[in-house]
């Protein structure tokens, strides 16, 4: 009895030893973010795209104006130029590129604005005097809102509308 015991616990611990060489050999699947965002870098599941005339000038305003760092691959083409490039400051994120590489959209070109990017920042004071040095043009003046916002807002050179808040407590 003590043999077929034997045997029969040898034949048990030879088993998952077999399962676990099979599991090594299968191959392996490329693990994907189950929303359909990139998994080599972090992006918001809502970005917005911008059009710009240059983008090498739009990733220097937008770093001295407002404090977005590039994020990802700044991809340019054979002549140099920003083709296509990614900023984020905090966990707001932009893309942009030139219109020819931009699926068909143009340049804002002046006009009333339908739109505004509004972005939560830390110290809309100290963004405010940062961006006005670094020539964004102020369409509103820091204010208090009554919904315990702080704001001000801007126009960039490509005339994008941009409103940044900091929430009063």
């Known amino acids: 009895m003590k043999k077929a015991k034997k045997a029969k616990k040898a034949v048990a611990k030879k088993r998952p030893v077999a399962k676990k060489a099979a599991k090594r050999a299968a191959p392996k699947k490329v693990a994907k973010p189950k929303d359909g965002r990139p998994s080599k870098f972090w992006w918001p599941t809502l970005s917005t795209f911008l059009t710009v005339r240059d983008g090498q000038a739009a990733i220097e305003f937008y770093a001295r104006a407002f404090g977005f760092e590039t994020y990802g691959d700044v991809m340019r083409g ?11 400051l905090g966990e707001a994120a932009i893309m942009f590129g030139p219109p020819e590489g931009a699926n068909g959209l143009q340049l804002r070109e002046g006009g009333a604005h339908s739109q505004t990017l509004y972005v939560y920042v830390p110290d809309v004071d100290a963004l405010a005097g940062r961006a006005q040095r670094a020539g964004a043009m102020v369409v509103q003046a820091l204010t ?13 050179p490509d005339g994008y509308h941009w409103t940044f808040a900091t929430h009063l407590d």
């Open 78 to 88: 054979d002549d140099g130029r920003v083709q296509h490039a990614g900023m984020r």
């Open 144 to 156: 208090d809102q009554d919904w315990r916002d702080r704001t001000a807002v801007f126009v960039d």
